[in-house]
């Protein structure tokens, strides 16, 4: 099935400047120790080296996002992030996880980990109540389909999606850990990017965080 993202072919990707990638890059200071996990075909952690000058490793589950990813020379092992990462306790200034933990399928342990393993923590993953998704539910009772970004309920990876509300019940469960910084990715309509600054669980599409622990 080619219109499944469940097994990325990241030799089809191109290299990407990509919003959220500036935001994130922003929010490290220079020199930072940083792990990316899920970290694809490795050009979020080449623009972190690029800019800030930080020193990178990343996780990735696809053999393909490895593959391309230490061809570009960085330093990137194949597995899981949601386990017991093979980290010491504290090892990095920041874990980066971005646009991944809805697509995990132990989010509560992916989050437990990168505390474990470091000081700050950024996570950005879509917003699933999103209005538009609210309204698509409502008209058509079924999986809402504006943010399954072309894919259907079935053949995507997205298996936990969230909400921001759903976020901060997760980072309650944890524990040990404060949200510092909230950046949103602006989709670009002025009338929907000022209705965020109000109600931003129904018009932010894209939520990035920074967390520390406590």
């Excluded at 504006?146 to 469960?173: C, K, V």
Aim: aromatic share 10%.
């Amino acid at each position: 099935m080619r219109n499944d993202n469940r097994n990325y072919n990241y030799e089809d990707f191109p290299s990407e400047k990509r919003v959220e990638y500036v935001a994130i890059t922003s929010l490290l200071a220079p020199g930072s120790k940083v792990i990316d996990l899920a970290c694809g075909n490795g050009a979020l952690m080449e623009m972190m080296i690029a800019e800030k000058g930080c020193t990178c490793e990343g996780v990735e589950l696809s053999p393909s996002g490895v593959q391309v990813a230490v061809k570009r020379g960085l330093s990137v092992r194949e597995g899981r992030i949601d386990e017991k990462l093979p980290y010491a306790d504290g090892e990095f200034d920041v874990a980066v996880c971005n646009v991944t933990i809805q697509m995990v399928m132990y989010p509560e342990q992916l989050l437990a980990e990168m505390k474990r393993i470091s000081r700050k923590q950024i996570i950005s993953f879509p917003n699933f109540a999103y209005f538009r998704n609210r309204l698509d539910l409502l008209l058509y009772g079924r999986m809402p389909k504006p943010m399954l970004f072309g894919y259907q309920w079935y053949n995507t990876g997205h298996i936990h999606q969230l909400s921001i509300r759903d976020f901060g019940e997760l980072l309650a469960h944890t524990g040990g850990m404060r949200i510092t910084r909230t950046l949103y990715v602006p989709v670009g309509y002025k009338i929907i990017d000022g209705l965020g600054s109000i109600m931003p669980g129904w018009f932010r599409k894209e939520v990035i965080l920074e967390t520390e622990n406590i």
